[in-house]
């Protein structure tokens, strides 16, 4: 694990390049969240993260989360915790319970779920819907061409509220023009939320209209393995 410094030092130079590509887009930088993934990185490694004013972090999976949030939310005020992975149904509750934000709303048993823990516990989480822009099989989302109906069903039968979009590009495609894609979707349905880009590309995502960017290695340095 990388040291405190490095990672405080790399939260910085990241900043400035979502600063300077804001810019070069003729954007306002305030308009681009940070979100700080902190996926298999001990609770030792993030404090260093929050005590350089970092406060939202994105997760992939449920019960890691769970180990180590509660905790330093108690340490830290203003975290905003951000679902970035695979939401398996029968952990809508966990969810709901733990994340401000979940990015990977993309199939109708999912939509039944959160909308019933949504319900029963009244914490309202922003969603988001993956959209699987590179139609790759191995991969979650939404299909390009699926999301209109899909939206109208989170909405209409599930009593949904969906703000935004999120893509993965294809490893081995230019991302611009998934970039894209997910941005004129949006577009056409006014949603105000698109998270894309990520450590290798978030610039370019900037340039495409990326209100959220998930960079992870590039602050925490290469993924702790899974215990």
């Known amino acids: 694990m990388i040291d405190s410094q490095t990672i405080a030092a790399n939260l910085a130079t990241i900043r ?80 709901v319970e733990l994340f401000d934000v979940i990015h990977t709303l993309d199939r109708t048993s999912l939509a039944a779920s959160l909308s019933k823990e949504i319900q029963r516990s009244g914490r309202h989480p922003t969603l988001l819907v993956q959209v699987n822009t590179g139609e790759e099989p191995q991969k979650g989302g939404v299909a390009p061409g699926a999301v209109d109906a899909f939206l109208a069903e989170c909405r209409e039968t599930h009593g949904l509220t969906v703000s935004g979009l999120m893509c993965i590009p294809p490893a081995e495609d230019p991302p611009s023009a998934h970039f894209g894609l997910l941005a004129a979707i949006a577009r056409r349905h006014a949603l105000p939320i698109l998270s894309m880009g990520m450590s290798a590309d978030y610039p370019a995502a900037i340039q495409m209209g990326a209100t959220h960017v998930r960079v992870g290695s590039a602050i925490f340095g290469a993924r702790q393995p899974k215990g």
């Open 16 to 95: 400035e390049e979502i600063t300077r590509a804001a810019q070069d887009s003729e954007r306002d930088p305030t308009g681009i969240a940070l979100v700080a993934v902190s996926k298999t990185i001990p609770a030792e490694g993030i404090r260093p993260a929050i005590a350089a004013g970092q406060r939202r972090f994105g997760e992939n999976y449920v019960q890691e989360a769970k180990t180590k949030w509660p905790f330093l939310r108690e340490e830290a005020e203003g975290i905003e915790l951000h679902l970035i992975g695979p939401l398996q149904s029968n952990k809508a509750r966990d969810a």
